[in-house]
């Protein structure tokens, strides 16, 4: 039964009835007598009471309880499901050396912007070349999630002439504190799909618990028997969520140890298949409208992109990595959905994008006619 709050109007009325009512001769309706104010008074006090009953009840459920209460309903469940909390980038670094040079253990590499990381590990070069370190970001945090290429300068431990960039694969495995709304998803994921020895949806719980991973897709026997293929997406650090070689190298890490025995967990990079769009005849095509556009066109991607794969499709399982191809009308109506938005002739593309094993449809570059 749902709770019903009543309204200080209501309890007002309650409280001078049963002023009436109880007491002979008593009429708390009338306006120059204590029984009015009084029961105003009472009824307020009523009133903060049933709110904090409310709240109350809303705590005993995951969908509608506050911060505090999501923790207790995690750790009360089994397996528990704790929050994912805030960790730092790491990954490789390449030092070039023009002449010998002494990099220190703990060395301090700072990013343009001020980021700042510490060398795991020091190395030294008795004449000009090359090595690579593990950095690992000073703070946790999203903030520290770095792309390939991506200079860096040494502002300690640093004795000799070198300059620093970080590797391919990039400073991965950053994320912030969850937040609540991703927390109650994980934990309404874990209610509707209790553990099962390995089944799709322990894969997907284990990769979503992983920091940095926002969504997840599954594709069972993808590497052949006794594999499950994951494609995870980080959409708080990465475009369009694709990640990069050292978040996929964390997240493989982290499923080599919490996965079941008996399958093999293969962590994939979903490959990108940019969607060019063009649009005609945009009324009113203002630059306002158009920035609208774009930034629904992107949101309907972020929705409606699925990951391709082998796996059959069924009805209560939606992240598994299916035959799948994007949709051409999800474009249109995206557009049709923009603010300011009254009319639009979507020319690009033709047809629906068809999508193989392992791609996912992205946002590419608009045109507008």
Known sequence: MAWNTPTLLALVTRVSRAFTGKLQG???????????????????????????????????????????????????????VPRKEATAAR??????????????????????????????????????GSAT????????????????????????????????????????????????????????????????????????????????VTRAFIDPLGHGRATVVVYPFFDLTRPNGIPLESDRLAVETALRSAGPGASLGVVRIPQAVPVNYSIDALTPDTPEVRAAVVAEVATTFFRNSRVAGWSTPHPS?????????????????????????????LVDPPTNIALGPGQTAVPGNPTFL
């Open 26 to 80: 008593a009429d708390a309706a009338l306006a120059r007598n204590n029984l009015a104010p009084t029961a105003k008074v009472i009824a307020g006090e009523f009133s903060i009471l049933h709110k904090k009953l409310a709240k109350a009840a809303d705590q005993r459920f995951v969908l509608t309880s506050d911060e505090e209460f999501l923790d207790r309903h995690g750790a009360e469940m089994k397996p528990p």
């Open 91 to 128: 990954g490789a670094v390449t030092v070039v050396a023009t002449g010998a040079i002494v990099l220190a253990t703990g060395a301090v590499l700072i990013r343009s912007d001020g980021a700042a990381f510490t060398v795991d590990a020091g190395v030294t070069l008795a004449a000009a």
């Open 133 to 212: 370190v593990q950095v690992t970001a000073a703070a946790a945090g999203a903030a520290g999630a770095t792309d390939a290429g991506a200079v860096l300068t040494a502002s300690s431990g640093l004795t000799g002439p070198a300059t620093f960039a970080v590797a391919e694969g990039g400073l991965g495995g950053a994320a912030d504190r969850e937040e609540n709304q991703a927390y109650k998803a994980r934990l309404l994921l874990a209610k509707a799909f209790p553990e099962h020895a390995g089944a799709p949806a322990d894969w997907l719980k284990y990769t979503l618990a992983i920091p940095g």
């Open 317 to 345: 399982m939606p992240f598994l990595a299916t035959p799948t191809s994007f949709s051409r009308s999800w474009i249109w109506q995206a557009v049709a959905n923009a603010t300011g938005e009254e009319s639009h002739v």
